[in-house]
């Protein structure tokens, strides 16, 4: 069963890495953003079965979109994806209710493999 | 014979060393290649000349700036061997990357964060704290109007104590990049009384 995906990255590189991935295996990018009020509004226009969220945007924190998603559907799945492998951001960023973290850089296999807990089918 | 115990001058470069290499095995992963370290060094940021450490070449270059509480980084590469990570790095979205404005600088600039954070984290483990980069931010022009940039940065603020000079290369497709890593007194200090562990790479 395909993905519906939503790509939260202030970088258009790697949103378009990321949608070019998934496309190629079958899943559908619903939605880009790449700051807190775009991803909760293309959250709530779109509800995407998971979302992939850098943790790093230019004017925001990262946390606090997983945060403020996580408040809207205490259901939502966001996979973390960043460069950063500091094993506290990555505690941090678990117990604020993360469904994984995928650290960059990461190939075509690497995303699928973090996504595909959340195929149904 | 007692060993004499190693300046903090020596326990930096050793935590750079550490963090570099690190660093390039991230380069050489998303550039599929073989990238080594070739030079490391400090130097008092007192006493920094941009042309001292980068030579007066007026060839363009694509630069990025990360910042740090205390400190920040440039990565530069030269125009042939930017324009060569930049196609290999995207592989496998060439077309629409080939559409963005600014191709090289933009995905320079995700290049430059995945590979700068491997480097924080080593600091961010022997200074026990969480040290978050800020966004890259794109500079382009010749390497010592790109470092001027920056050193202006800390300059301003009277606040720049090392400056650690670093060169990568790769015989994979005969290209370098520069790394620039500058560093406060205060940051200074946390970094050479608190050597940690490796931090594994995920």
């Known amino acids: 069963m395909p993905l519906r995906i939503m790509v939260v990255d202030d970088s258009p590189v790697s949103r378009i890495l990321i949608t070019e991935m998934v496309r190629e295996a ?11 009020k775009g991803a909760l509004e293309a959250y709530q226009a779109n509800k995407p079965d998971v979302v992939t969220l850098d943790l790093a945007l230019a004017n925001e ?22 460069g950063n492998s500091q094993s506290k951001v990555i505690d941090e960023i678990t117990a604020a209710g993360a469904a994984g973290y995928l650290i960059k850089p990461f190939d075509q296999d690497d995303l699928l493999r973090a996504l595909s807990r959340f195929s149904t089918g | 014979m007692s060993q004499e115990p190693a300046t903090p001058q020596a326990l930096i470069i050793k935590l750079l060393e550490r963090g570099v290499d690190k660093c390039a095995q991230r380069l050489g992963r998303l550039s599929y290649s073989t990238w080594n370290v070739d030079t490391v060094s400090l130097s008092s940021g007192a006493s920094a000349a941009p042309g001292d450490l980068m030579g007066a070449s007026n060839e363009k270059h694509f630069g990025t700036f990360l910042g740090i509480p205390g400190g920040g980084f440039l990565v ?3 125009e042939k061997s ?23 600088s933009t995905v320079l600039a995700e290049v430059s964060n995945i590979i700068i954070n491997a480097l924080t984290d080593v600091l961010a483990e022997a200074c026990g704290k969480t040290l978050m980069l800020s966004a890259p931010e794109p500079i382009q022009g010749p390497k010592k109007e790109i470092l001027q940039s920056a050193l ?21 497709f005969s290209s370098h990049c520069d790394l620039v ?22």
Do not use: M
């Open chain 2, 82 to 104: 930017g324009f060569l990570v930049t196609n290999r790095f995207t592989l496998s979205g060439a077309d629409p990357v080939d559409a963005l404005p600014n191709r090289e």
């Open chain 1, 26 to 36: 079958g899943h559908q990018v619903v939605a880009e953003a790449d700051s807190l």
């Open chain 2, 152 to 172: 202006g940065r800390f300059s301003q603020a009277g606040k720049l104590a090392w400056i650690c000079y670093v060169r990568l290369k790769t015989p994979t």
């Open chain 1, 61 to 82: 924190d990262g946390r606090a979109i997983l945060t403020a998603l996580r408040n809207l559907d205490r259901q939502a799945r966001v996979v973390v994806i960043s």
């Open chain 2, 76 to 78: 530069i590469f030269p």
């Open chain 2, 181 to 202: 890593a500058f560093l406060d007194s205060e940051l200074f200090r946390l970094l050479s009384g608190g050597q940690g562990p490796a931090v594994p790479e995920g």
